[in-house]
T-cell receptor, first 112, second 112 residues
């Protein structure tokens, strides 16, 4: 039973490029969350999705950021026109209803 | 919204000693309080959680206590071992809204 799979593990983008982060939840989990972690800080909630629906995007910047969780395939966090301040670790977590989260190993985005 | 404060930010103990990490929260509607351990380069791993209908929960060397009146909860690790060295995060949520609000983390160092 594979855990939450995130790829890539490391991603380097130049300013202005697009970053696409992928997350495959645990088998049978239909709830996905994205969190961002800046160096030496805690995790900040970004967005909560269920299959084909965004439930809560209150933590996601209104511009340049988008997320989806299609009926088939992984959840995608997309950052357009990246800036240096987007450099962070992005963690995905999945959940079976009523139980605790399981986090993936994260994608470390570096904007140069 | 919810705000979670965590103390101390760093904690150094000798192997075999106990370690205590404390968190306070602001939203009285919060009813789920997990603790996560994060090792370098990895995602957070759930180590123990507690719901508001109990005051204490124990799992081998790890215990969590909750005081709903005072809005604080604590992680207790007994007989610490070097492999307990990591960053520990507390979090809180209102399960009806699912998202977790994290504390800023405690870096625990256990010296042999």
């Amino acid at each position: 039973n594979a855990g939450v799979m995130q790829n890539p593990r490391h991603l380097v983008r130049r300013r202005g490029q697009e970053a696409r982060l992928r997350c495959s939840p645990m088998k049978g989990h239909s709830h996905v969350y994205w969190y961002r972690q800046l160096p030496e800080e805690g995790l900040k909630f970004m967005v909560y999705l269920q299959k084909e629906n965004i439930i809560d995007e209150s933590g996601m910047p209104k511009e340049r950021f988008s997320a989806e969780f299609p009926k088939e395939g992984p959840s995608i966090l997309r950052i357009q026109q990246v800036v240096r301040g987007d450099s962070a670790a992005y963690f995905c977590a999945s959940q079976d209803r009523g139980l605790g989260y399981t986090f993936g190993s994260g994608t470390r985005l570096t904007v140069v | 919204g919810e705000n979670v404060e965590q103390h101390p930010s760093t904690l150094s103990v000798q192997e075999g000693d106990s370690a205590v990490i404390k968190c306070t929260y602001s939203d009285s509607a919060s009813n789920y309080f997990p603790w996560y351990k994060q090792e370098l380069g990895k995602g957070p791993q759930l180590i123990i959680d507690i719901r508001s209908n109990v005051g204490e929960k124990k799992d081998q060397r790890i215990a969590v206590t909750l005081n709903k009146t005072a809005k604080h909860f604590s992680l207790h690790i007994t007989e610490t071992q070097p492999e307990d060295s990591a960053v520990y995060f507390c979090a809180a949520s209102n399960e009806g809204f699912q998202k977790l609000v994290f504390g800023t983390g405690t870096r625990l160092l256990v010296s042999p």
